[in-house]
């Protein structure tokens, strides 16, 4: 609370650190259109929206909010679809003889399935402070390129160590698309909306699931091939994903200020509609007073574990699904085959849940409420015989609605993080922790237990018991500080202050904001 007190002062005069930088001109930025400072282009816009009358700008908003919806969100659905896909290739290709192909012995496939998350360990937060730096419609457009051909090249190893190179460097290029879309987000959409609009895009974690498991199925059948059917999964996969790239790089918006599917005076609106945010669009210039911030910050580590404990969860389901069904007696088509649901039960629980989270106040309770189904399928999984293996794989199926609460989770850094370089380090560090723990996740089951991995059971459950701990914890926390500045008067809806949240102030410094909660 004491924040309050001490950072009155940045209500009316900014940090000297957040100044506008003078335009670049070295060819880097030409290329990554980087000579004009997006909050210095989206503050002139600004300006010249609040110029007219407000209920036609409110007229026009409804019809700039259904563009986007319209256009970028499919972009971005797309997109992410075929980024999880790449993903679950390992989990479907392993029902068709993966290991033994490649000779993977012990642990190697749990080491495999580790890989593609130290990729994204090592880059993420690189991805978070270029994504500051760079457009992110053309650099999540180029590296759609990059991921499909890296893709395809999982069905060109024959051994473990090939294996977990490409698998690596899969994380690598794949960990722009996350923290990409969660910023892309923040600069299109108001804070109100952003929940709903992540679930879209993250809910094809479900589409992909239903996707992969046909495809799957389908290449199981396939014969007289010149290569083994596991590997016909990575090429179609990969060939698909370095088609759509062209859609990508030719139309998804770098912000609101230079969308090519908007008019200027939609511009004009769209930044006007995101304006009441108080967080700008987005600020080249990196501030090492706001690192410091958000290390310092008790509300960003409480985010971290967070982030920490759904990826544990994460890379248990995504590695370990096609595993504990087929050990429960089916054979690799009907494993597949089973795996279908659990992609309609991960879209139903996003986009319910997602729904839920845009209403007042219900962010944090909804984060709980949607551990819930997991947690049961856990305890099923646990306690269930042998004997009714159907509705053990019901609990399995209950696994995937987890993608709701990681969709919420990854909302919060762009919903209560203002400052654009303490935001891209909260989304770094948060990316980072989420990958070490899809890392320790596989690692929990252990062969001698196959096939019902009590310890790894166990020790999830505990995961969900910690993960509804914190955020019942974090959203305590925003609620006395919202009340605190309730308590002095703070609000944020004149010229001004709207003017203020393009001065790239932290949620710290400018009073005028509110933790959603």
Not at 434 to 459: Q, V
């Amino acid at each position: 609370m004491a924040d309050i007190e001490k950072n009155q002062a940045h209500i009316t005069e900014p940090a000297l650190e957040a100044t506008s930088p003078p335009a670049k001109t070295s060819f880097l930025d030409r290329f990554g259109g980087r000579t004009n400072d997006p909050n210095v282009l989206g503050k002139e816009l600004l300006e010249k929206a609040l110029e007219f009358d407000e209920a036609q700008l409110e007229r026009d908003a409804i019809k700039v909010r259904r563009k986007l919806d319209f256009i970028v969100i499919p972009m971005m659905m797309t997109t992410y679809m075929l980024s999880f896909l790449d993903k679950q290739t390992l989990n479907y290709s392993n029902a068709y003889g993966l290991q033994e192909d490649t000779n993977m012995k012990g642990d190697d496939y749990t080491w495999v399935a580790s890989a593609l998350y130290f990729g994204t360990l090592v880059s993420a937060y690189a991805w978070n402070v270029a994504l500051q730096r760079y457009p992110v419609g053309r650099m999540v457009g180029g590296m759609v390129f990059v991921w499909a051909g890296v893709c395809m090249l999982q069905a060109a190893v024959f051994n473990f160590s090939g294996f977990f190179a490409v698998r690596f460097f899969l994380g690598v290029v794949e960990g722009c698309i996350a923290p990409a879309f969660v910023l892309l987000t923040s600069m299109l959409w108001t804070r109100e909306e952003q929940a709903l609009r992540t679930s879209f895009w993250l809910s094809t974690n479900g589409v992909s699931s239903i996707l992969g498991s046909l495809l799957a199925y389908g290449s199981g059948h396939a014969t007289h091939l010149a290569i083994d059917n596991w590997k016909l999964i990575y090429l179609i996969v990969g060939c698909m994903t370095f088609l759509w790239g062209f859609v990508v790089l030719l139309y998804l918006p770098d912000g609101p200020h230079n969308a090519k599917i908007l008019t200027e005076h939609e511009r004009m609106v769209a930044v006007w509609r995101v304006s009441k945010n108080q967080m700008g669009i987005k600020h080249y210039t990196l501030i090492p007073a706001q690192v410091k911030e958000a290390a310092i910050d008790p509300k960003t580590w409480l985010v971290l574990l967070m982030g920490a404990c759904t990826g544990i969860l994460n890379g248990a389901v995504a590695n370990f699904t096609s595993v504990i069904i087929k050990g429960f007696g089916f054979d690799a088509l009907k494993t597949t085959l089973l795996q279908t649901p659990g992609g309609a039960f991960e879209l139903i629980g996003c986009m319910f849940f997602g729904w839920v989270a845009t209403k007042p106040n219900l962010l944090g309770a909804t984060i709980i409420v949607s551990c819930l189904p997991g947690f049961a399928g856990l305890i099923g999984l646990l306690t269930i015989s042998i004997k009714h293996r159907y509705a053990l794989v019901a609990c399995a199926w209950l696994q995937n609605v987890l993608g709701s609460p990681i969709i919420l989770g990854w909302t919060v850094p762009g919903l209560n993080v203002a400052g654009h370089t303490k935001r891209t380090t909260v989304l770094g560090l948060l990316f980072v922790f989420y990958n070490a723990g899809n890392i320790c996740g596989p690692h929990l089951f252990l062969p001698s237990e196959a096939p019902r991995y009590f310890t790894a059971i166990r020790a999830l459950l505990a995961t969900y018991c910690a993960l509804i701990g914190l955020q019942v914890i974090y959203s305590i926390w925003c609620y006395f500080d919202n009340k605190a500045r309730d308590r002095k008067g703070y609000h944020a809806q004149r010229t001004e202050e709207l003017l203020e949240g393009f001065e790239d102030l932290t949620d710290k410094q400018n009073l005028h904001f509110r933790y959603k909660i």
